[in-house]
């Protein structure tokens, strides 16, 4: 600042005339001017001290007094211009007519301060100075008039206008202008020039730059004439060169008038540009916001009034501007329900903080808008605020974001999946800031390294802790290989987590560059492979372990590739023919092929590998001794994980002796099919046999175990041999039942034809039901039972009978095996992935040359004639055979002869791998009884049941039991006949046994099934039959009975399986099916 005005003030006062003070311009005045304006008052020591010096070096002869007077006066008229015209409101830009004419007014009002002081000063230093002060005034205000109109708008536009840029083309533009106006003011003022040249010939240049650059244009123009002008003048040169004294005052008026012009001229122009682009920018803005569907809103918060463009009526409404008021209310109504009070929040909050801090205010919200179509639209709405007069507005722009919302649900969606995907893939993402050294791991990425998530330290020294230390230096290279730009970063390496385990990952990264190409930062991935890398170690061992048992087989082996080519021949190969294995790679082994069947076994094999199926021919091959000798080939086609075809693998076998023996071997074969045959009808034999013997036995098992459980309730409890022997005969028949279903148990087993009933179950419930069962026989040879649980066990999932079966079978041997007083413990418990039942006793313990054989047929410790204990010696085989069904194991531990013995069975937490029961197709449900169904059966008043069974003793025992709970019941001794009772009067609940002469039950519930639904077709029935497998179970349920019983029978299971049918039958009005539940023992 300093600087600007020493200079300017030095040239002004070389064109001093009065006293070396009073100039005819002076530039130094609009440099003070504009200075105090761009930098505030704080700038005007330098404009003193400038003023100071100019004159210290120029007219050192004036008193001091008189300098400082004049530096004062300057100064003044600095300040109070700048004052004046910050008041006024001036922008210093110049963008407009009112900034000229009040930098106009600025220049004559303060030029006045400086030419009073200026003037005053001299009059009192010079002689005769008063009578001279007018014209010493006037020059001096003019002077110091010109210099603010000709510097100051070049100051303050070229320090506060628009960035210019780098147009070339308008920068060449103001360099023409200004050379032109330099020229013509030199021909218009220069030594050659003639007095008839008007000084008005520089407008056209000005007016150039006037319409061009505007008013930086007509201020940089005007620069070159002034200074033109007002050097020729001083030289006495140009139209104002005359010696009459009043050459500088027609300087002054072309400087100021020429000036001012020039000025107007280019803020008029700036104003039509400005006008015409803010009109087109209008237009572009109406066109863009009918593009881009953005809305404009104006919003009186103080009278509520609102006013909407068509576009926002658009959004707002879905239709063209209507009809009636638009305000505040009429919005709100707009906004849909569910975000209405967060809007409402949202503007009173932009409100409040406008009305205290206006300039900081903004609003901006999203939110929904509800059509009256019910279309719904997301928006974006932004606003700023204004004062117009004493009211509050606020202005914004609403634009339709639906699409940006569903694009964002959209990427949620994808993010979400894409989380899921790496969670499944077990991959993480991380990223390396290399300025600033932090590390971010995502949660996957924490979860391989075994952390919890949003635990890592996030730092490098903390990653490297976790890496294996044998690995640290290799990834450490691998990284600063990456970061060098050499390769990209990629690493498999192992990590060791916290609790010890040893993890293989893979590190896949890249690096990303500065625009400097300096490296800023690494971003990447990281996977768990330790199971992948184990199945590629496993194939790699797979592959060594084949090619080493390929080499030491004793036969040919080879490999294929997907293009029929061999791929690898074994030792034995090169052994048996004398080819190198080399050779007979590709076709090369078709050379050894007999002439005859080479043909025939390269078109069987081209025809097997297009069709990529497994294939056998036999062909002769050339032996190493040059005989040819029969083979076979057998070979299958190899896949891939992913089902790509990978070749064929296959074996070659000399077969030429058992050519020689084929018909040997046909005749050998015709043998054994009739033998399979023999076996397989004494199979079928033994199986009728079984189920025979199962029914004749069950038969009178049924009778006598029911008259003995009447005569158990009807017997006094005083009568204590009554109930004693009672007892005995009800253990001993139960007994007999036992074991004739270990025999058929047995039966099954042989023949495979044992299946299980898979359903969830409790093991607590299943070990609770045999301990129950076997607890009677406990007590009575006062052996202590004890029964041990943990909770932990839950459900799992087997055949509920079949593993009661287990327990009791393990009970009731412990029971027997150990004497009076004695005791016996069966625990469940959870040890790891599987379930243990241990059935421990006291009692005589096993030989610890016969716990190899505890579970096999037939084999007891104690085969002799006088043996103590009773049984076939099926009971643990049994046991075996359904704790494997199961995928479990059993196994017996004894420390000896009268140590006692412990029985162990592990069961997995899983399904059973044994075939389960195939459905019924709906027809069985459970057969459980429901509470309402358990409190009626106790009274069976006004039921009618039909019972059928040609055992006359099981006949009467049923009836005995059906009438006792006021049953009323009809006795069939033949299928034929109960069809004929069935005709006269139909029953509520049809009971029938299976095995009958004649026909038999499944005949019988065919033809009731086929009988039409008034004549009985729907009666429920109950099967209740000797033949007790699941087998005949199913076929029971199939042929239309509801439920299967199998003899012998608790009367009180038959009871409630006829008040469930007879109750539900009523219910429902069709018979529904129920579960007899697991043969009683």
């Known amino acids: 600042m300093f600087t600007s005005y020493f200079l300017l003030a030095l040239l002004g006062l070389q064109w001093a005339t009065v006293g070396g003070a009073a100039s005819p311009v002076f530039p130094a005045a609009g440099v003070a001017l504009a200075g105090l304006l761009l930098g505030g008052p704080r700038l005007w020591p330098a404009v003193f001290a400038g003023t100071v010096a100019a004159f210290l070096l120029r007219a050192p002869s004036l008193p001091l007094w008189v300098k400082a007077a004049l530096a004062s006066g300057n100064t003044l008229a600095a300040l109070g211009g700048a004052w004046a015209l910050r008041r006024a409101r001036l922008r210093p830009a110049l963008t407009r007519l009112t900034d000229v004419l009040l930098v106009s007014a600025a220049a004559l009002g303060s030029s006045a301060i400086a030419a009073t002081a200026g003037t005053f000063a001299l009059a009192g230093a010079l002689d005769q100075g008063f009578r001279q002060a007018p014209a010493t005034w006037l020059n001096w205000w003019v002077g110091d008039v010109t210099g603010v109109i000709v510097v100051t708008p070049l100051v303050l536009s070229w320090a506060h206008g628009e960035p210019v840029g780098r147009d070339r083309e308008r920068w060449l533009h103001l360099a023409l202008c200004t050379a032109a106006a330099w020229a013509l003011a030199w021909l218009s003022f220069g030594p050659e020039s003639s007095r008839m040249v008007r000084p008005w010939l520089t407008f056209p240049a000005l007016t150039w730059a006037a319409l061009t650059w505007g008013v930086r244009g007509a201020a940089a123009a005007m620069v070159p004439v002034a200074v033109v002008a007002i050097q020729a003048t001083t030289e006495g040169h140009g139209p104002f060169g005359t010696p009459e004294g009043f050459q500088f005052a027609l300087l002054q008026q072309f400087i100021g008038a020429t000036t001012l012009t020039t000025l107007v001229l280019a803020v008029v122009a700036d104003e039509r540009r400005n006008s015409e682009a803010l009109r087109r920018n209008q237009e572009r803005l109406r066109r863009a916001s009918r593009a881009g569907r953005i809305g404009l809103w104006e919003f009186n918060i103080d009278s509520g009034a609102a006013a909407w463009t068509p576009e926002a009526w658009a959004l707002f409404e879905g239709r063209r501007p209507g009809s009636g008021r638009v305000d505040y209310a009429r919005w709100l109504g707009t906004i849909h329900p569910e975000d209405r009070a967060a809007v409402v929040r949202t503007a009173d909050l932009a409100i409040e903080q406008a009305r205290s801090r206006l300039s900081e205010a903004h609003y901006m919200d999203e939110y929904r808008v509800l059509h009256a179509d019910g279309t719904v639209l997301w928006v974006a709405s932004t606003g700023a605020f204004e004062r117009a007069g004493n009211e509050l507005v606020m202005l914004g722009v609403v634009r ?29 993402v991380w990223e390396w800031d290399l300025v600033t050294g932090r590390v971010v791991w995502s949660d996957e990425v924490c979860g391989i390294f075994g952390i919890p998530p949003g635990t890592f330290e996030g730092t490098l020294e903390a990653f490297e802790r976790r890496i294996h230390p044998d690995d640290r230096t290799r990834v450490r290279a691998e990284a600063q290989t990456a970061l060098e730009g050499r390769t990209g970063y990629a690493i498999e390496f192992r990590i060791v987590r916290p609790d010890g385990q040893i993890r293989w990952v893979t590190d896949l990264g890249t690096v990303e560059h500065d625009e400097a190409g300096q490296p800023r930062s690494m971003i990447g991935m990281v996977t768990d492979i330790t199971e992948k890398r184990a199945a590629a170690d496993a194939i790699r061992e797979s592959e060594e372990r084949f090619r080493n048992i390929a080499d030491n087989s004793p036969v040919m082996i080879w490999v294929t590739g997907p293009d029929a080519r061999c791929t690898y021949l074994n030792k034995v190969w090169s052994d048996f023919t004398g080819q190198a294995q080399a050779t007979g790679l590709g076709f090369g082994w078709l050379d ?47 896949f891939s994980p992913s089902g790509a075809f990978l070749g064929y693998v296959g074996s070659v076998i000399d077969i030429t002796d058992r050519k020689q023996a084929e018909e040997e071997r046909t005749r050998l074969l015709e043998v054994e099919q009739a033998a399979r045959s023999e076996a397989e009808r004494a199979n079928r034999l033994k199986d009728e046999f079984l189920s025979t013997v199962s029914h004749e036995l069950r038969t009178p098992l049924t009778a006598i175990l029911g008259w003995l459980h009447l005569l158990r309730r009807r017997s006094s409890r005083e009568d204590e041999d009554l109930c004693k022997g009672l007892a005995v005969i009800d253990r001993n028949a139960r007994a007999q039942a036992q074991l004739i279903e270990d025999l058929l148990d047995m039966g099954r087993i042989t023949s495979g034809k044992l299946r299980l009933d898979v ?29 041990i649980s943990s909770p932990a066990v839950g459900v799992t999932r087997g055949d509920p009978s079949r593993l009661q079966q287990v327990v009791w079978n393990l009970l009731s041997n412990a029971i027997k095996f150990t004497p009076e007083g004695g005791s016996v413990q069966v625990k469940v418990s959870r040890a790891g992935d599987h379930v243990d039942i241990t059935v421990s006793d006291t009692g005589e313990g096993i030989k610890p040359e016969f716990l190899p054989h505890v579970f ?7 085969a002799s004639t006088t043996r103590r204990h009773g049984g076939l010696g099926l009971g643990l085989a049994i046991v075996k055979h359904l704790v494997e069904l199961h995928g479990g194991a059993v196994r017996a531990t004894s420390a000896g002869v009268g140590k006692g013995a412990t029985f162990t069975v592990e069961l997995p937490l899983g399904v059973a791998r044994a075939p389960a029961e195939s459905g019924t197709d709906g027809r069985e449900v459970d057969a459980r009884a429901s509470v309402d169904d358990l409190c009626e059966l106790s009274d069976l008043s006004g039921i009618s049941v039909l019972f059928v069974d040609d055992a006359l003793d099981t006949r009467d025992m049923v009836r005995t039991f059906v009438e006792e709970r006021k049953a009323r019941v009809r006795l069939a001794g033949s299928a034929e006949e109960a069809l004929r009772l069935l005709e006269l009067e139909r029953p509520d609940v049809l009971v029938s046994d299976i095995g009958m002469r004649g026909m038999d039950g499944y005949e019988l519930i065919r033809r009731v099934r086929a009988l039409p639904q008034e004549r009985g077709g729907d009666v429920p029935a109950v099967a209740l039959t000797a033949y007790a497998g699941n087998e005949d179970r199913m076929r029971a349920l199939l042929a239309g009975f509801q439920t299967h019983l199998a003899k012998p029978i608790q009367p009180t299971e038959l009871l409630m399986a006829i008040g469930v049918l007879a109750a539900r039958g009523a219910k429902k009005g069709r018979p529904q099916a129920v579960d007899g539940g697991p043969p009683s023992p």
Request: net charge positive; hydrophobic share 40%.
């Open 400 to 428: 339709d974001i639906t699409e940006r919302k569903h694009a964002e649900e959209a990427l949620r969606e994808n993010e979400a999946r894409l989380r899921l995907a790496l969670r499944a893939g077990q991959t993480g």
């Open 592 to 638: 050894l092929v007999h002439p005859e069947d080479a043909e025939r076994s390269a078109s069987i094999f081209r025809a097997a590998n297009a069709r990529r199926e497994p294939f056998r021919l036999d062909y002769r091959l050339r032996r190493r001794d040059g005989r040819y000798r029969w083979c076979i080939d057998a070979a299958a086609p190899r």
């Open 759 to 787: 359903q969830p179950l409790d093991l607590h419930d299943v070990v609770g039901a045999a301990v129950s069962s076997v607890a009677p026989s406990a007590e009575a040879k006062g052996i202590q039972l004890e029964k």
């Open 856 to 862: 096999e047929r037939f084999r007891q410790a104690d």
